[in-house]
T-cell receptor, first 115, second 114 residues
Framework: DVKVTQSSRYLVKRTGEKVFLECVQD?????MFWYRQDPGLGLRLIYF???????EKGDIPEGYSVSREKKERFSLILESASTNQTSMYLC??????????????FGPGTRLTVL | AQSVTQLGSHVSVSEGALVLLRCNYS??????LFWYVQYPNQGLQLLLK??????LVKGINGFEAEFKKSETSFHLTKPSAHMSDAAEYFC????????????FGAGTTVTVRA
């Protein structure tokens, strides 16, 4: 069974803290994604990686950075957390050039609260 | 660039009644279309997809959707709602040129009344 796991289901941080969200997939997928989910806005793409050490900005990259040192792991970093980054964060993965076959596979999400 | 509009942020149906969730898209090229479901406190799960070929596609849990190019629509239906269908549903579109990128609608929350 394919799997995308995220390091935490719930996280509470303080304003200004550096926050790391980790995502691991066991499907040998080339593509990995970080989305932010907010009520009434659906999912918005933060960053995308199509290979190790390769990344592209999504629709809302401001205030975020990413790291992909190994194929199976994709990290989202909030350099200095702010209250407007309180949200649900979803990681996903897909095969390169094969989204039409199986779509993207999603992790369970991390609900981040910044106080 | 593509975009997705889901009509109705909340839908309430009685158990056994028809479920109809509306999705319209805009895309400059032939799209791939997806419906995902999100149960409470879980990630998204693929319900069904349209890529090419037959325009009526069947998915898991008795759901189906029809791609209508002339109406730029991809509405999701289920003939008879079950309590377990209570969830949030997302329509998404990608295009063949940049198939890694999905654009999602805002989502529709389905409530099923006993």
């Amino acid at each position: 069974d394919v799997k995308v796991t995220q390091s935490s289901r719930y996280l509470v941080k303080r304003t200004g803290e550096k926050v790391f969200l980790e995502c691991v997939q066991d499907m040998d997928h080339e593509n990995m994604f970080w989305y932010r989910q907010d009520p009434g806005l659906g999912l918005r793409l933060i960053y995308f990686s199509y290979d190790v050490k390769m990344k592209e900005k999504g629709d809302i990259p401001e205030g975020y950075s990413v790291s992909r040192e190994k194929k199976e792991r994709f990290s989202l970093i909030l350099e200095s957390a702010s209250t407007n980054q309180t949200s649900m964060y979803l990681c996903a993965s897909s095969l390169s050039g094969r989204v039409q076959l199986s779509g993207q596979f999603f992790g369970p999400g991390t609900r981040l609260t910044v106080l | 660039a593509q975009s997705v509009t889901q009509l109705g942020s909340h839908v309430s149906v009685s158990e056994g009644a028809l479920v109809l969730l509306r999705c319209n898209y805009s895309s400059s090229v032939p799209p791939y279309l997806f419906w995902y479901v999100q149960y409470p406190n879980q990630g998204l799960q693929l319900l069904l997809k349209y890529t090419t070929g037959a325009t009526l596609v069947k998915g898991i849990n008795g759901f189906e959707a029809e791609f209508k190019k002339s109406e730029t629509s991809f509405h999701l239906t289920k003939p008879s709602a079950h309590m377990s269908d209570a969830a949030e549903y997302f329509c998404a579109v990608s295009d063949v040129a940049r198939d890694y990128k999905l654009s999602f609608g805002a989502g529709t929350t389905v409530t099923v009344r006993a």
